[in-house]
């Protein structure tokens, strides 16, 4: 008999997205809803999740909406991945268990029941892995390279890691120190483990930049959509300058009917070119009085309005913006978390010059170009072929 932990308590600070990991968005589901789907597809006779302590009832409605087959049970997890899974384990009856991360929401059905068996065959833990595709170099603290280590001494694990229950628990009443996984904590305790072949798309999603490869798995084949905008403007000294969302104290600002923030035309433009849904000045045009003065992060999130009355999306955004001032690297980040906010999906901003040439180089001027990224909202949760 088996039973899997998910672990799903942790708060995704890198990820950035101001909710807890697991319940991050991911194709118009939650992180944790896809790795149900995995997990409730397996040979597997109990499922305990260890849920964010103050979203435990959340999670326990998003596991009934799954009408679970096998009884899950749902407990609040604790500050350190290493307490919530002790707290999950608790509740655990089997003879094995497998420990799965919720950040590893498409790995498949496979992989969790090729872990148990492995299991029940050696009686030990068992991780799956894959051997690592760039060459390895150990270095100093000052990076200077020691030696090339052998890749094929080498695995990158994932989850889920299988262990008999019992030696686990024991594992864990015993441990005086935090380990990263769980197969290190039962090696440090003198249990055994060896590694299985993982899967590729067992990947664990920590950065934006993970969270944009899983959209794009899930997407359905064509239904990925780009756009372009461009939008550039005078330089008014006797206006502010707002750029990117932001107020630019001391720099000179632009000319313009709204708030002339090139940035978010740009981004507001490249969204709707990539939703068909015509462009700025249509939509949001100078012949309209009361956009006159308009915040351009309002024409930000109006877009993105637009887009999802629309069914659809947005997933990733880039901008660049092109003129002498003001120097956009030492606000990149803030700018980057405005937009990204607004936009609901992450938003990469750079700056560049034309060396001096034409009005944007003489400093008259400023312009953003962006491009954006949108998919359908996915209703139901349609799963690509294998999942």
């Keep these: 008999m088996t039973t ?35 997990v409730l597809a397996a040979d597997v006779q109990a499922v305990v999740v260890a849920a964010p302590p103050a ?23 604790a500050g350190s991945r290493q307490a919530s899974v002790a707290a999950a384990l608790a509740v655990v009856h089997d003879d094995v268990v497998l420990v799965h991360d919720a950040a590893r929401p498409l790995t498949p059905s496979a992989q969790l029941d090729a872990v148990r068996a492995a299991v029940v065959g050696s009686g030990g833990g068992v991780v799956p892995g894959l051997a690592p595709a760039d060459t390895v170099k150990r270095v100093d603290d000052d990076g200077a390279v020691l030696e090339t280590i052998d890749r094929r001494r080498l695995a990158a694990v994932q989850t889920p890691q299988g262990f008999p229950a019992a030696a686990l628990r024991a594992a864990y009443e015993a441990a005086d120190a935090e380990h990263t996984d769980d197969a290190a904590l039962f090696a440090a305790a003198g249990g055994a483990v060896r590694v299985v072949p993982g899967d590729p798309s067992a990947f664990k999603i920590t950065t ?23 939008d550039v403007h005078a330089v008014d000294p006797a206006r502010p300058l707002w750029l990117g969302g932001l107020l630019w104290p001391d720099e000179p600002g632009l000319a313009g ?18 939703a068909g849904l015509g462009d700025l000045g249509s939509r949001f045009g100078v012949d309209r009085p009361e956009e006159a003065g308009r915040p351009g992060l309002d024409f930000v999130t109006r877009t993105v309005a637009l887009l999802g009355e629309s069914g659809l999306r947005p997933v990733n955004v880039a901008v660049q913006v092109i003129g002498r001032r003001p ?19 992450p938003v990469a901003v750079s700056g560049t010059t034309t060396d001096g040439l034409g009005f944007l180089g003489t400093g008259e001027g400023i312009a953003a170009v962006a491009t954006a990224l949108v998919l359908p909202v996915i209703p139901g949760g349609v799963r690509p072929a294998g999942r």
């Design 208 to 230: 934006a930049w993970d969270l944009q490869r899983a959209e794009s798995l899930l997407a359905p084949a064509g239904a990925i959509r780009t756009g372009i905008g461009i």
């Design 257 to 274: 009917h709204s708030d002339a923030d090139a940035v978010c035309h740009a981004v507001s433009d490249a969204l709707l070119s990539a």
């Design 327 to 345: 120097r956009i690297a030492r606000r990149r980040a803030d700018i980057e978390a405005v937009l990204g906010a607004a936009v609901g999906a």
């Design 55 to 77: 979203r435990v009832g959340e999670v326990e409605a998003l596991v009934a909406a799954h009408a679970p087959r096998v009884p899950v049970t749902v407990v609040a997890g």
């Design 4 to 38: 899997v932990v998910v672990v799903a308590a942790g708060d995704g600070v890198r990820l950035g997205r101001g909710v807890p990991k697991a319940l991050v968005p991911l194709a118009g589901r939650t992180m944790l809803d896809w790795c149900l789907d995995g």
